[in-house]
């Protein structure tokens, strides 16, 4: 978890880091959040923003603690999760969720994977773009999944991984 409260001036940006995972207590959550230093000075919208990366990784009990700071007005969460499955419900009934999964799309692959192999030295057309496609689906949204089995297509036909 990273808390950030942006300023104008990089000199006077205050960030702290405490890990959503490995045994991060509520008490320490709820503390940091609540003592917080406020710089409204330093920029306009008058907020503290806390981004949680991994939120899935709190404990239950953590994840309810959480629920309570999050009324505070001055408050702005961004959280993150790759499960949203194992987030309280309350938390995601607070949120507004962007979803970032693949596209219905997965034509909208094909471009990326003829740009790997140009990187790679095999050229745009090297690979059918049907086989990009295929790819595409397979990784089920992954992109990392995506470009691995993209660089993997390169390999077979010469190609060298960029540095």
Request: proline share 4%; hydrophobic share 40%.
């Amino acid at each position: 978890m990273v808390l950030k409260t942006p300023a104008d001036d990089p000199a006077n940006d205050d960030t702290i880091v405490i890990p959503c995972g490995n045994g991060a207590k509520s008490i320490s959550i709820a503390e940091t959040i609540n003592e917080a230093s406020r710089y409204p000075f330093f920029h306009n919208s008058k907020h503290d923003y806390f981004v949680f990366d991994e939120i899935d990784r709190l404990t239950t009990p953590a994840q309810q603690s959480l629920k309570t700071a999050m009324d505070f007005k001055r408050c702005m969460f961004i959280y993150t999760t790759n499960y949203l499955h194992k987030d309280d419900l309350g938390i995601v009934s607070r949120c507004y969720l962007v979803v970032m999964n693949q596209t219905t799309n997965s034509s909208t692959y094909i471009p990326i994977g003829q740009n790997i192999l140009c990187n790679m030295g095999v050229g745009a057309a090297a690979v059918a773009a049907s086989t990009l496609q295929a790819h595409a689906v397979a990784a089920k949204g992954s992109l990392r999944n995506y470009i691995s089995l993209v660089l993997a297509e390169g390999i077979k036909l010469g190609g060298v991984v960029p540095a």
